[in-house]
Structure formats: structure tokens, C-alpha cells
């Protein structure tokens, strides 16, 4: 009998186990998730009204955008011998430095001091609080000379048209100290103000804080809000919140943008901004104009006094000798000598020049260069290198504006800018030297027109002198003045190389929020949150619910699985011999014709791994199926130490298994009729002190063998093999094992029990069951639906209930 059951175990146990994959089951995974459907609906809808809820009352942030050519000057004649000459030397527009410019604290320092936005005032809503720019109600003036709390949010509460109640909100405060204006404090102490209520127009000052407030259009009962920022943290904050960068590699134009709450106020900052950058650009063209201007006007102090005296003497001389005009021949060599003072005067003129210019590069000043040709200098070269100095020089005052000087850009600078005052000083000493040797020649040709001069009469010779005199101051000084109105003309005429392109303008639409991502967004967190829960819960989750899981990590066959029971006791086959968990013990007794062939009386053990998990139900109601057969069945309660099948037939306890095995009596006397006459129970009787000890005895075996010879089925309920070690003797006693788990009770690591007892243990004959099935994974059976395996086509057994498609299952929610 028992070489039959294990043949049959060996050859034929394959119908019974499903194929082992490692792929997943998307219609299974599908189905799990779709048991939670109303959960994830609820998220996904509380993700929407979220998603909406932050669009309606987030504050809106626009794009603000403008756009500045930057135009690229030839390079000069000078730049052109520098580069041949191998300087190294650049045009000095290079678009990283403008783009370094307009991103420069020092510019933002500048368009916030002339825009005046170190107040901002606020008007509070209902969720939120939105800054106010042009129509302000009340205008804050603050005297920033002293030190000031800047950073923290005050409150306005307008009383009447006079006074006002000042209050101070919960922000932090810090002190702005004017004298070290980029280092702000802590106040020693919480911010408080000495009183509450102010008259408009009145001051207000105390300990850091000293300003009024004036009233422009604010009602009664008006509420506001402002705050106090000095320049260097707004600057600071403008400049980080500036993006500027070209169109394309390619192009020379600039791209300004600015994220910002306030439209008007980004655009008016913009364009503010854009106005001192080509401002400061204009100031460093006007400083050479003006330095001009100034050599000349030193030059004009001295040359006027000269001029004013020797013109009293000539007129004095004409008066007192009653001489106006020299003889014809006196003429003639006045011409002469005035022509030659007067490029006498021009060579001076550049030799004083020549002189400052070789000065100043001995001293490596780094003042504003005159420009040559305004003092009459017409050598072309020296006329490009002194622009090219002057172009280098106030690119390296930009750059040092801006960055360090380790910067690459500013290290480059003033290697070119060394290479051009070399180049510059070799020039300037050859033309100095040959300014001197033209005013030595003129000096001669003077000396020599002299001579004929002493041939005039002494009145004439002496008049001659006097308004030779005169004519010299008087070139010089109108030269002068002449230069004087071409640079100032060249000061008014000058213009910024760089243009702006398009004014700053705020787009239509806010690029934040982002309604449709945001809502798109609320859609899928609303989506993912509670799947990824139900998938964590499933993953920390260590109780049997998917049978294909469980079927995969146990060693043996799952031969069946058992529906959850509708009825209030625990003999469904008895009392409710309809139901779908009556049809799945059939269907289980069915499949055991196939287990154990040939055999006209049987055996079954049912374990467990734990108290609780169904194997007392199972026992019973299989014995009451077998019984229903006409089979004369017995059921022997051997868990000795938790009884419970006396309570489930409604018998007492008071004598059985024990009884039989711990005295003389006989175990036909503690056999207990039932309401079948097929169907017998053994009760394990009262609990004894040492359980294991009675059931290991040759006695039990001895009886057992006496109930087989009685009996046709005979069924034990065993311990739990989880806990006890006497049921392991048990397993050679049957000819079938069932090991019964628990859907959502039974652990997982209870396989490995099972899975020892058959691997190590060396028990045959083992099957699995899956009890208390109601969870539906998707497989086609569940919520008290009797599945069981085996052939033939009966082996479903009859149902009352009809099966729905799986999608409809799933949408079910989960019991």
C-alpha cells in the first residue's frame, strides 16, 4: 500500500505542480493593484484638487526679457601692429566680459540705488500675500545714513485719516550699518518698537530704526504690510536672479531675463539696468574728452596771462612812440618771423606733450590719456597707440570692477596692456628727439631773420619785437581755445557702442506655476503614492495570500485549496451540504482517489504549522464528507494538549485519546457517536500532563491499527507540527499527509517547515492545502470559490455562485 502511494508520488505528482517562473504575471500584479482601486482613486483625485489648489493660490512669477547688441569696433591701426607684432593684443569686446558686466553686483548696486526698492509693501490676502509696486498706499521713507532693521515684515492698520497702528511681524530681523554696509548683526535683543500708534508724518526712530511713514490713498481699517531691504542684499539678490547669455554662439546680442512676482517691477529694473550699463560706457568715452579739456585749460592759465600783458605793452608802445603800423620791409620780416614762432610754438606745444605722455608711462600712471591729434599731433601710429592704451586701460577698469585679479580675462589685460606702453614709450622717445631737433632748427632760421631786423630803425625794430610778442601768445592761445571746443564737441557727440535692442517686457502668461504640469504632476503622485504603499505593504507583507506564491516555495503539491466558510459553525459540509466550500472538500476527496490508488481504506493526517490556521476544520469536515460517501469514517482528535473538536459537535470533553492511552480502558469505549451514522470521533479527551509521551507509546500504534481494521477512512487531527515534536511519529501511520495553511494568517516561513520535514525529515506522502481562501489574486478562484486539482472532468465539483471575469473581481473591494 504504501510503495503504491510513493510510486504514485514519484511518477505521477507533476499534474499537481504548477511550473516554477520567474516572469512576472502582469495580469496577476494588475490585479492586485486594482483590489485598492477606490484608494488610488481618492489619491488621484485629492492629487488633482491639490495640484489645483497650488495653482489657485501660489503667486504667479513672470518672465521679463530684453535684449542688448554689442556691437565689435574695428581694430585700430595700433591694435593691427600689435597683433603683427605678435603682442597678442584683442579686440576689446569680448562678449564673457559684457556678459560679466551686466551680472555685476556693482551695476545692480547702481539701478537698485536709482530705482529707490529698498521698501517693498505687501497686501494681505486671504492665502496669500502679494506685493504691491506702483499704486502704493502709504510711501515709507527711511533715513539710511543711521543704522536700520531691515529683513523682517512690518504691519500697517490704518485708524483714521491721522494715525495709524504700526505693528512688527514674526520675521527675523537683522542691523544694516551704513558704515559697514556689507556685514549685517543680529539685534541683541527681539525687535520691539516703543509704541504702537503714529500720527502720518511723523518719525519714528528708536534703537536701529529711524523712518517715517506718509500717507498717499489709504482708507480706514486698510491693512498693509512692508519690509525693510538694504541695497547690497538687494543688489546681491537682483544680480543672482539676472540671467544673461547670447542668442546663439555666433551673435553679439545679449539676452537679459528676470523671474519675478512683480511685473513692473522687473521691467522697470531691467531697463533701469540696461540705462547704466550703456551710461557707464558713455563715462569711460567722456573721461578721455574731459581729461583733454583739462590739459588744456592748465595750458590756457598760463598762455592768458601772456597774452594780456604783452598786449598792454604793444598798446602802450603805440601810443607812447605814435607808431601804429611797421614800414613796408618791417612788414615783410614780421611775416616771416611770425610764421616761424608759430611753428616754433606748435613744436613746443608737442614737446610738452611728449614729455607728460613719456611721464606718465615711467610712472605706470593709470590716469586718462590725451589723445594726440587734439594737440596737433598728426603721426598716425602714435595717434593708434594712445587710443589703443586708452581702450585697454578702461577694459581693465571694467574687468577690476567686476572680478578679481586672477581672473584669466584681467591677467590678459594687463599683459596687453604692458606690450602697448612698451611700444608706446619706444615711439615717444624717438619723437621727442626729433621734436627737438626741429625746434633747434627753427631757432636758427629765427637768429638768422634776427639780423635783418637790427637794419630797421630802433622805433620800428622795437615795435616789432613787442608784436612779435603779442602774435605768438595770441596763436597759441587761439590754437588752444580751438582745441578746447573740438574736444568738448567730441564730448558731446559721443555715444555708447553698445545699443539696446528690445525694452524689458513681461510675457503675457506666468511661466510658474505651470498649471498643466503641476496638474499633471498632482495626476500621478496622486497615482504613484498609493501604489508604491500598496506595493511596500505588499513587499513587508509576511502573511500566505497569493497561492501561486505559495505553490512555488513549497517542496510538495498544493492538492487544494478551500474557500472561506459563509456559516456560523464549522461543519459547512454537514449543515450546509450545498455551499461552494462543501463542493471544495468534494473536490479535494475527489482528487484523493487519484492519490492513493487501489486502495479501498485510507488514512489522512492533517498538520499544521500553528494553532489556528484550520486544521481541526479541515479534519472534520473532510471525515463528514467521506462519511456522506457511505464510508464508515472516524475522526481522531490526537491534539492532546487544545482540544477542540468536542466543542465543534457540541459533545464533552471527558474521556477520548487520552483516556485510551493513559489507562486500561478501552478505545472502543471512547468512541463518540454523531448526528451520521457513517461518521465516528475519537475526542483527545482530557489534557494530560505529558501528551508526547502517550502518543509515541506502541499502545497508540497498536490501537490505530485496531481503528484501520474497523474503519474505512480513518482521519487524524494533529498537533501543529510547528510546535509540537510528536506529530513527526505520526506521518508513518498515514497514507496521505495534508500540511494546511492559512490564507492572510499563515506565515511565510512556514514553508520552510514543511519544505525540512520533506527534504530532511524524509516524510513521503506529503500534500499542501490552502484554507480560508477569500483573498482573489487574480488566478480565477477565491472569495469562497472550491478550487482543487486533479483529473477528470468533475473534479470542480457543483457550485452555486458563477464566476466573474477577472477585471470584474478586481474591482470588487478586497474583504
Same mark, same amino acid.
Given at each position: 500500500m504504501n510503495s503504491s502511494t510513493q510510486n504514485f508520488n514519484q511518477g505521477n505528482s507533476q499534474p499537481f505542480i504548477q511550473q516554477k517562473e520567474d516572469e512576472i504575471d502582469l495580469k496577476v500584479l494588475l490585479f492586485n493593484y486594482l483590489q485598492y482601486w477606490p484608494l488610488i482613486l481618492a489619491f488621484m483625485v485629492a492629487g488633482i484638487i491639490g495640484a489645483f489648489l497650488f495653482n489657485r493660490y501660489s503667486t504667479p512669477i513672470y518672465n521679463i526679457q530684453s535684449s542688448v547688441l554689442v556691437k565689435d569696433e574695428q581694430p585700430s591701426l595700433?591694435?593691427?601692429?600689435?597683433?603683427?607684432?605678435?603682442?597678442?593684443?584683442?579686440?576689446?569686446?569680448?562678449?564673457?566680459?559684457?556678459?560679466?558686466?551686466l551680472k555685476s553686483y556693482s551695476l545692480a548696486e547702481e539701478a537698485v540705488n536709482e530705482l529707490n526698492l529698498n521698501v517693498q509693501y505687501f497686501v494681505e490676502g486671504v492665502l496669500r500675500t502679494t506685493?504691491?509696486?506702483?499704486?502704493?498706499?502709504?510711501?515709507?521713507?527711511?533715513?539710511?545714513?543711521?543704522?536700520?532693521?531691515?529683513?523682517?515684515?512690518?504691519?500697517? &492698520?490704518? =485708524?483714521d485719516d491721522r494715525t495709524f497702528e504700526l505693528g512688527v511681524g514674526d520675521d527675523e530681523f537683522s542691523v544694516f550699518n551704513p558704515a559697514d554696509p556689507y556685514y549685517k548683526t543680529k539685534p541683541e535683543t527681539d525687535?520691539?518698537?516703543?509704541?504702537?500708534?503714529?500720527?502720518?508724518?511723523?518719525?519714528?526712530?528708536?534703537?536701529?530704526?529711524?523712518?517715517?511713514?506718509?500717507?498717499?490713498? $489709504?482708507?480706514?481699517?486698510?491693512?498693509?504690510?512692508?519690509? /525693510?531691504?538694504?541695497?547690497?542684499?538687494?543688489a546681491l539678490k537682483f544680480k543672482e536672479e539676472l540671467g544673461v547669455s547670447p542668442i546663439n554662439k555666433q551673435a553679439s546680442i545679449l539676452n537679459l531675463t528676470l523671474e519675478t512676482p512683480v511685473r513692473r517691477l522687473g521691467e522697470d529694473y531691467i531697463n533701469k539696468l540696461m540705462e547704466m550699463y550703456l551710461q557707464r560706457e558713455l563715462d569711460e568715452k567722456n573721461r578721455a574728452s574731459e581729461s583733454t579739456v583739462t590739459f588744456i585749460d592748465n595750458q590756457l592759465s598760463g598762455i592768458t596771462e601772456s597774452l594780456e600783458t604783452s598786449e598792454n605793452r604793444l598798446q602802450e608802445y603805440r601810443t607812447e612812440n605814435n607808431i601804429f603800423n611797421l614800414s613796408e620791409e618791417g612788414a615783410v620780416i614780421f611775416?616771416?618771423?611770425?610764421?616761424?614762432?608759430?611753428?616754433?610754438?606748435?613744436?613746443? !606745444?608737442?614737446?610738452?606733450?611728449?614729455?607728460?605722455?613719456?611721464?606718465?608711462?615711467?610712472?605706470?600712471?593709470?590716469?586718462? !590719456?590725451?589723445?594726440?591729434?587734439?594737440?596737433?599731433?598728426?603721426?598716425? !601710429?602714435?595717434?593708434?597707440?594712445?587710443?589703443?592704451?586708452?581702450?585697454?586701460? $578702461?577694459?581693465?577698469?571694467?574687468?577690476?570692477?567686476?572680478?578679481?585679479? &586672477?581672473?584669466?580675462?584681467?591677467?590678459?589685460?594687463?599683459?596687453?596692456i604692458e606690450n602697448s606702453k612698451k611700444a608706446l614709450q619706444e615711439n615717444v622717445s624717438s619723437a621727442i628727439q626729433n621734436t627737438r631737433n626741429v625746434i633747434s632748427d627753427l631757432n636758427s632760421r629765427i637768429?638768422? +631773420?634776427?639780423?635783418?631786423?637790427?637794419? =630797421?630803425?630802433?622805433?620800428?625794430?622795437? /615795435?616789432?619785437?613787442?608784436?612779435?610778442?603779442?602774435?605768438?601768445?595770441?596763436?597759441?592761445?587761439?590754437? =588752444?581755445?580751438?582745441?578746447?571746443?573740438? $574736444? &568738448?564737441?567730441?564730448?558731446?557727440?559721443?555715444?555708447?557702442?553698445?545699443?539696446i535692442l528690445d525694452f524689458a517686457k513681461s510675457s503675457q502668461l506666468p511661466i510658474a506655476p505651470k498649471r498643466s504640469l503641476n496638474l499633471l504632476i498632482g495626476l500621478i503622485l496622486g497615482f504613484i503614492i498609493p501604489i508604491g504603499f500598496i506595493t511596500v505593504k505588499d513587499f513587508l507583507n509576511t502573511k500566505i495570500e497569493d497561492p501561486k506564491e505559495l505553490e512555488n516555495q513549497i517542496k510538495v503539491p498544493l492538492i487544494g485549496m478551500i474557500g472561506r466558510a459563509t456559516t456560523e459553525d464549522n461543519l459547512p459540509v454537514l449543515n450546509s451540504p450545498r455551499s461552494t466550500v462543501t463542493e471544495s472538500f468534494r473536490s479535494l476527496r475527489a482528487d484523493m482517489s487519484y492519490l492513493s490508488t487501489n486502495k479501498e481504506k485510507l488514512t489522512i493526517l492533517f498538520t499544521s504549522s500553528i494553532s489556528g490556521e484550520g486544521k481541526t476544520f479541515v479534519s472534520m469536515n473532510m471525515a463528514s464528507v467521506f462519511a456522506l460517501m457511505g464510508k464508515k469514517t472516524i475522526l481522531l482528535g490526537l491534539d492532546l494538549r487544545k482540544p477542540k473538536i468536542a466543542e465543534d459537535f457540541n459533545m464533552p470533553n471527558d474521556i477520548g485519546m487520552s483516556t485510551a492511552l493513559s489507562s486500561n480502558t478501552s478505545w472502543r469505549n471512547t468512541v463518540k457517536k454523531t448526528a451520521h451514522s457513517d461518521l465516528d470521533v475519537i475526542l483527545s479527551g482530557p489534557?494530560?500532563?505529558?501528551?508526547?509521551?502517550?502518543? !509515541?507509546?506502541?499502545?497508540?500504534?497498536? +490501537?490505530?491499527?485496531?481503528?484501520?481494521?474497523?474503519?474505512?477512512?480513518?482521519?487524524?487531527?494533529?498537533?501543529?507540527?510547528?510546535?509540537?515534536?510528536?506529530?513527526k511519529e505520526l506521518f508513518a501511520l498515514a497514507d496521505i499527509n495534508f500540511y494546511v495553511f492559512r490564507q492572510g494568517y499563515s506565515m511565510k516561513g512556514n514553508t520552510a517547515i514543511l519544505n525540512n520535514l520533506v527534504e530532511k525529515g524524509g516524510v513521503t506522502k506529503m500534500y499542501g492545502i490552502l484554507n480560508d481562501l477569500h483573498i482573489d489574486k487574480g488566478y480565477g478562484y477565491g472569495y469562497g470559490y472550491g478550487y482543487g486539482y486533479g483529473y477528470g472532468g468533475n473534479s470542480y465539483g457543483y457550485h452555486e455562485e458563477v464566476q466573474l471575469p477577472w477585471w470584474k473581481r478586481a474591482l470588487r473591494r478586497k474583504s
Open positions: 595700433g591694435m593691427d601692429l600689435f597683433e603683427s607684432a605678435g603682442f597678442g593684443l584683442q579686440g576689446k569686446n569680448n562678449i564673457e566680459n559684457e556678459i560679466g558686466i506685493q504691491v509696486y506702483e499704486k502704493i498706499p502709504v510711501l515709507v521713507e527711511v533715513n539710511w545714513k543711521q543704522p536700520q532693521v531691515v529683513g523682517g515684515m512690518f504691519t500697517i &492698520e490704518v =485708524l525687535f520691539q518698537l516703543k509704541k504702537s500708534v503714529f500720527n502720518f508724518g511723523e518719525s519714528i526712530s528708536g534703537e536701529n530704526y529711524s523712518f517715517k511713514i506718509n500717507q498717499i490713498s $489709504a482708507l480706514p481699517g486698510e491693512k498693509f504690510q512692508f519690509r /525693510l531691504i538694504d541695497t547690497p542684499s538687494l611775416e616771416k618771423m611770425q610764421e616761424l614762432d608759430k611753428e616754433r610754438s606748435q613744436a613746443e !606745444l608737442n614737446l610738452k606733450y611728449y614729455q607728460t605722455l613719456n611721464e606718465y608711462l615711467s610712472n605706470n600712471a593709470e590716469g586718462d !590719456l590725451v589723445a594726440p591729434s587734439i594737440i596737433g599731433v598728426t603721426d598716425p !601710429l602714435l595717434n593708434s597707440l594712445v587710443e589703443s592704451l586708452s581702450e585697454l586701460q $578702461a577694459e581693465r577698469i571694467r574687468l577690476r570692477s567686476n572680478f578679481s585679479d &586672477e581672473l584669466p580675462a584681467v591677467r590678459e589685460n594687463a599683459t596687453r637768429s638768422s +631773420i634776427e639780423r635783418d631786423v637790427n637794419s =630797421l630803425p630802433e622805433t620800428e625794430r622795437n /615795435l616789432l619785437g613787442i608784436q612779435r610778442q603779442f602774435s605768438i601768445n595770441e596763436n597759441i592761445y587761439i590754437y =588752444l581755445l580751438q582745441k578746447k571746443a573740438e $574736444a &568738448e564737441i567730441t564730448k558731446a557727440a559721443n555715444m555708447p557702442k553698445n545699443s489534557i494530560p500532563p505529558n501528551p508526547a509521551e502517550l502518543l !509515541l507509546q506502541d499502545k497508540f500504534t497498536k +490501537i490505530i491499527e485496531e481503528i484501520k481494521v474497523e474503519y474505512d477512512v480513518v482521519v487524524f487531527d494533529c498537533p501543529p507540527v510547528g510546535l509540537v515534536s510528536e506529530t
